[in-house]
């Protein structure tokens, strides 16, 4: 199948992949008068009265905003908001179909990086969270940190932080098989964008020790020059011994390769300069850094990618209807790593440890039980890190 020509097709016929559908009947003048005016009025003054009743009194409790600039739009780059917005529909029937959360999409006409949060932080009373979707590096990392100090609902940008989880929970897995440990492997990760800058902060957290970011210039280290503020922070948290080159430089002896960047970037030589039992995940989209079978042909044991037509597909479908469940079923604030670690806990545990193999380290995104696990265990840690509300 084109699947290009026949979605637009199939667009032109939707004329739109959502809607919005009453939850009430109203058939007679008591329906009315009890969803609308004026008996609406008594609901309004209870909010008034005490906010927190807005989730009791409303959809808030289970709506949530996924929100794009139109600047990083999947693979398309900077098309503007409104061509963005068949990818925000798309996110939203993924975020009711899997996780039973309502989503709204809003793609805001501005690249400056106050007016959108100042836009996001006041709309955001409508909403139990913000899905921040598809904006460019390294404004998403300002964007998102600001809304999180003046929002009071969960922000989460799920470029970084859902592909973050699904890549812990593939890596969880994949290191058993290999019986190696997270804290005594190298990681060379290329790309120093939204994921791959979130992917390390989170295989930090969980105790990666050896993590080298490599940009378009080669490895970043402390002291390097010409890098933005994002990258300078990285530098003083990664790659410790300051090992500097390109990735066919500092990709020998590495245990690890997870790639979020470029097609074809990884070489066969290259894999077969890592150490015995290489893992690669070449995530790159269509076309990832290197094909399975070559990766194999040259040691690799377990290949991981983007791509639904290869085994051990990374994809952010697996976490962020979870993770959102999870998040408005206790009322959670915030998204804090200690929920991340558990997702990513939970994804890994989903497979049991006599089914893990090199062609099944990650559970297949068309699950829909996924999301309820990582929505359990998601709640639990927000009740244990005191950021729920119910």
Request: hydrophobic share 40%.
């Amino acid at each position: 199948m084109d699947y290009a020509e026949e979605s637009l097709k199939k667009h032109r016929k939707w004329q739109g992949k959502i809607e919005v559908v009453s939850r009430v009947e109203l058939n007679s003048k008591d329906d009315l008068s009890l969803a609308y005016t004026p008996g609406v009025a008594r609901a309004c003054m209870e909010i008034n009265k005490n906010i927190d009743e807005s989730y009791n009194l409303t959809r808030r409790h289970n709506l949530c905003a996924v929100i794009t600039d139109g600047t990083a739009v999947l693979g398309l780059g900077d098309i503007g908001p409104e061509a963005g917005m068949p990818v925000m529909e798309g996110k939203c029937i993924l975020f009711k179909t899997y996780g039973d959360v309502d989503a709204f999409p809003l793609c805001i006409k501005s690249k400056d990086v106050d007016e959108i949060v100042k836009t996001i932080s006041l709309i955001s009373g409508s909403f139990g969270g913000i899905n921040l979707e598809d904006i460019s590096a390294p404004r998403c990392f300002e964007i998102e940190k600001r809304l999180k100090e003046i929002c009071d609902i969960p922000i989460f940008h799920d470029d970084q932080h859902g592909t973050a989880v699904v890549t812990l929970a593939g890596l969880t897995n994949a290191l058993k098989i290999v019986n190696k440990k997270i804290e005594d492997i190298k990681i060379v990760i290329s790309g120093a964008g939204a994921a791959a800058i979130s992917i390390t902060k989170l295989l930090i957290t969980a105790g990666a020790r050896n993590i080298i970011l490599c940009d378009r210039t080669g490895a970043i280290y402390e002291g390097r020059d010409n890098l933005n503020w994002i990258k300078e922070e990285m530098s003083h948290i990664t790659n410790k011994e300051k090992e500097n080159g390109s990735i066919s430089d500092v990709i020998k002896n590495a245990d690890v390769f997870i790639g979020v960047s470029a097609p074809g970037l990884l070489t066969k030589d290259m894999v077969k300069s890592m150490n015995k039992d290489a893992i690669i995940f070449a995530c790159a989209n269509p076309t990832p850094e290197i094909f399975p079978d070559d990766a194999i042909s040259a040691g690799a044991r377990i290949v991981a990618t983007g791509r639904s037509d290869f085994p051990n597909q990374i994809n952010n479908l697996l976490a962020f209807p979870g993770i959102f469940r999870g998040t408005f079923d206790v009322r959670a604030r915030d998204i804090n790593e200690e929920m991340k670690l558990a997702a990513a806990s939970a994804l890994a545990s989903y497979i049991p440890d006599s089914e893990i193999s090199e062609v099944n380290i990650i559970p297949s995104p068309l699950d829909k039980n996924v999301a309820s696990v990582v929505a359990r265990a998601v709640s639990d840690a927000a009740i244990k890190t005191k950021v729920a509300r119910i």
